[in-house]
């Protein structure tokens, strides 16, 4: 793929996204704060339990740590582009529901400047809401009144972060990362009151749009070292002598932090009621509030991980890779409000706590019998676990989440010297729960990822002195 190709298919994929970024879910949940955070985007990491932060890959993108941008190969920059879907089994004690939604999920380009040196930027949803919640309840005096709660929308990332090796060796190197992320979109909520046609109630209407822009930053510490070797030389590969095979072992400790931080944000509230139920049209308006300026508290957030990378050299000369991450995260989510006017609110939420495990096998990564590699001994095979305390208390009820993830990354042509990947990732899993009357939510999550790279006699921003 030509570079003016390249910026053109990002040129356009940004357009795109800023359509399509905020349909990336249909749970009930969303309403709560932010909404539904989108914590970690790529395909290649959702078939690992999420479990990123201390990847350390040349070939691919990593979102998770700012630090790893130091570590794209000089020359390859890395076009990444995914969607994902979702499809969600909702239940209470005696009703069960059917949601679905699909939506782009990153269009990020990571570029080496040095061989110490790399930068991203692009632009993926933050947070999504999309719910529709109804209730029939029988009020004394009046009958059954339906209330019924939706949101829609979400807020979107546009991110420009770098990393640097600052300590580099031959066998080990420790990075830092710094990101700063621009914040906007906005969240709609609307709450409705239906009352019995007899009565000759209104029926009423709220709607509160939350405007939001503001900034946000983060930062990630990288540490990497080649822990054991005894693999064969290089020239002992290309003269054929026949050694036992050996192996290299690395390992790789990673640390990411994300202040708390007051987001910037505009709310719109209109209240009026209607007659008709079909139609909706305002007869008077109630209340009224235009562009209140405030924010909303983005808790303090840290994770740290690890990963171990084999490299096992088999006979013939392949080498074959096994990787096994983790990582733990939390945030302080009990410190969150929204403030505008003189209007704070303050949810319920509690500290939140997730833990990630992954594991990718890949049967060939040698770069010297690459091109008699059939493809699907150059293919990556994932799977993972995560586990998480999440933020929502409902009815004295921490909500806890599960998910079991298997993923691959497939070389997107034909050539076998080809380093660009297709990658799939899905993921099967519970949230909450249906006991003391609350919501359990039986979901199966997709995701689809093209990770775009020069081929290996390919360089990409490279001046040549001959053409």
Partial sequence: ??????????????????????????????????GELNTNPLAQYNGMGNASIAVADSFLLNLSNPASF???MIHRPIFDIGVGGQRLQVRSEDVTEYNGSFGLRNITLGIPISRRAGFSFGILPFSSVGYTISQTVAEPS?????????????INRLYLGAGYKILSKKNSFLSLGLRGSYLFGNIQRVRKAVYPGYTGIMHTKIRHNTIVSDFLFDGGLLYKAKVFDN?????????????????????????????????GAKQEMIAHTFSSIYFETPVDTVMYADTISGYMNFPQRIGFGFAYDIHKESDGGRIRRYM?????????WSTYSEVFGNNTVQDQLRNSRSIGLGFQFTPDVSPYLRAKSRIWELTNYRMGLRYSDTYLQLNNNQLKQYGISFGLGIPLTNSTKSLSMINFGCEVGRKGTTENQLLQENFFNFFVGFSISPAIHEEWFHKRKYD
């Fill in 142 to 154: 009046i009958g059954n009144v339906t209330y019924t709660y939706t949101g829609t929308g979400g």
């Fill in 1 to 34: 793929m030509r570079k003016t190709t390249l910026f053109f298919f990002l040129i356009v994929s940004l357009l795109f996204l800023n359509a399509s970024a905020q349909q990336n879910t249909s749970s009930p949940y969303s309403r709560y704060a932010f």
């Fill in 324 to 332: 096994f991450s983790g990582q733990y995260e939390q945030q302080t």
């Fill in 70 to 72: 130091s570590n794209l």
């Fill in 231 to 263: 693999s064969t030389k290089k020239d002992s590969i290309k003269s054929n002598k026949p050694k036992p095979p050996g192996a290299k072992h690395f390992l790789s400790l990673g640390l990411t932090y994300t202040s708390s931080s007051q987001i």
